[in-house]
Structure formats: structure tokens, C-alpha cells
């Protein structure tokens, strides 16, 4: 017998062991595939949250319009009464008229886009409710600088209701909320002006 048939270097025990493993291995590439998968599935899923929340989507920020509109035209109403100038009393006599237009052609446009003008949010309507301004008002009529601190006041809240009005306008595709948009800001920039030009002497 030749002596280099009955040598055997390497056991079967030992061969099965050095041997590769693909299918346990393909396991472990699929449970990696499986966690990366699932983290960027998750991650879009938390990204689009974010962008559809209350701070991003042209829903959200159309009724963030409408509530800010509806509380100027109440602050502007139960504050015309109380001003001493009558050039402020007629610039915001002209602020109501714009705010009441606005509120009222905001309806249509608003339903095009599924919301309710009368059921907007109710964490948006909170947030954008008059209490402070009221306030605010209040406490400059008692201290006899509301023509003032309306005047300043005020111009800041149109400057942001202009800023709102082109940010809504480069976010929807809705052309009947554009054109209520293009018509508000064209009406809104002159009383910004006025409001901002006044200077008001208490007494």
C-alpha cells in the first residue's frame, strides 16, 4: 500500500471548520441590509413630519394667514375708538376695511385648498388669538402712548403678514389662493407705509 494514501494532514472535523459559511453570512448581510433599510425609511419618514408640521406646510401656514387676519381685524376694530389722532384714526379706519375684504375673500380660496375658515386649527388659532395685543393696547392707553405703540405695533404685525403672504404664495400650486395673495399684498403694502410713516403725539 502506498503510504501517501493512508496520510490524512488535515481532519474532516478540522476541514469543516476552516470551510466557508455563505448562508450564515448571507444572514448577517441581510439583517445589516434591514437596519440600514429601516433607519433611512425612518429618517424620511421623520423628514417629511417635520416639513408637513405646523411650522412648514402651505396648509399650516394658510391658516396661520387667516387666524392673523382675523385677530388684526378684531385688535383694529376694538382699538379705533380709543386713538387720539385722526390721521391715525383714518389710516386704520382704512386698515379695518382691508382686514374685513380680506377675511372675507380668504373663504373661497381657503376651501379650494380643503380648510374651513371657520374651523381652522385650533393650536394655530391659540397662538395667533389677540389677548396679548389686546393687552399690549391697553396698558399703552392707560399709560397715554397707544397712538404710538399702536402705530409701531401694528406695522410690525402687517410686515409679517406680508412676509407670510409671499412664503404661501412660492408654496402652493393653488392658483386661486395665488391670485387672493398677489390682490392682498398689492392692497396690503400701502397701509404698511402709512402705518409705518406716522408719528404720533400723545396729548
Known sequence: MNPDQNQQPY???????????????????????????GGLALAAIVLIIVLTSSGGGPTSDMQ????????????????????????LRSTNSNLTIFLTN??????????????????????????????????????ARLNAVLDRTYS?????????????VRKIYNSTNNASFKTYLEKLDADLQ??????????GTEG
Not at 466557508?20 to 444572514?27: L, S, V
Not at 392673523?68 to 375708538?81: E, G, H, I, N, P
Not at 409701531?152 to 412676509?163: A, K, R
Open 190 to 199: 400701502p397701509l404698511i407705509k402709512q402705518m409705518a410713516a406716522f408719528s
Open 64 to 87: 396661520t394667514l387667516a387666524a392673523r387676519l382675523q385677530t388684526l381685524q378684531k385688535v383694529a376694530t376694538d382699538t379705533q375708538k380709543n386713538l387720539k389722532s385722526g390721521d
Open 102 to 139: 380680506a377675511n372675507r375673500d380668504i373663504v373661497a380660496p381657503l376651501a379650494a385648498s380643503g380648510i374651513d375658515a371657520k374651523k381652522l386649527d385650533g393650536g394655530i388659532t391659540k397662538k395667533e388669538a389677540p389677548d396679548k395685543l389686546t393687552q399690549e393696547f391697553e396698558d
Open 11 to 37: 481532519s474532516i472535523d478540522y476541514l469543516n471548520q476552516i470551510a466557508p459559511q455563505p448562508q450564515k453570512q448571507g444572514i448577517k448581510d441581510k439583517f445589516f441590509f434591514w437596519i440600514i433599510g
Open 152 to 164: 409701531s405695533e401694528m406695522t410690525y404685525q402687517l410686515n409679517t403678514v406680508s412676509i407670510l
